[in-house]
């Protein structure tokens, strides 16, 4: 019988005034250190629960760069493999910022955090291929809501 397991991987798209919160992983991260990144983590089952996509976004963002969310809005997911060989599913939700000020709230994940236009993200040499197309599908998303 196959292992069919997956690490359920969860990213926060925080859009404030046209620009979106990425925070740069830390050094020591285990996956794309140094690379910008929307803020999120993994998938976690509490004891004798289990935690939904939504709250995970709300607890990831809340920990790693100190923010609020109300409304969170799948956008997309993929899979990929870990630089460890873990293969992992990742989610992408659109989230809208409600309060807090950003702040490398887990500074062993994050080095730092960073409000940023889709076309300053173009620019940057540590925005990885997948962050570009992510922050494309979530403009068209965004876009099609208000068509």
Do not use: Q
């Not at 919160?21 to 250190?33: C, I, M, P, Q, T």
């Not at 809005?73 to 873990?86: L, M, P, Q």
């Not at 807090?100 to 994050?110: I, L, M, S, Y």
């Not at 730092?112 to 998303?141: G, K, M, N, Q």
């Amino acid at each position: 019988m196959e292992d069919y397991g997956y690490v359920v991987n969860v990213d926060g798209a925080v859009v404030r005034d046209g620009e979106y919160l990425f925070v740069e992983r830390g050094a020591d991260e285990s996956h794309a250190a140094g690379s910008l990144a929307f803020p999120g983590g993994k998938l976690e089952r509490p004891p004798g629960g289990e935690e939904a996509i939504e709250r995970a976004v709300e607890r990831e963002l809340a920990e790693e760069v100190g923010v609020e969310v109300g409304s969170v809005e799948y956008v997309c997911s993929r899979t990929f493999e870990a630089d460890d060989g873990t293969p992992c599913l990742n989610v992408v939700t659109l989230c809208e910022h409600v309060g807090g000020e950003a702040h490398r709230g887990a500074p062993e994940e994050v080095a730092a955090v960073r409000w940023l236009t889709p076309a300053s993200l173009a620019e940057r040499d540590r925005a990885p291929d997948y962050l570009r197309r992510d922050v494309e599908r979530i403009e068209r998303f965004r876009e099609s809501r208000t068509a």
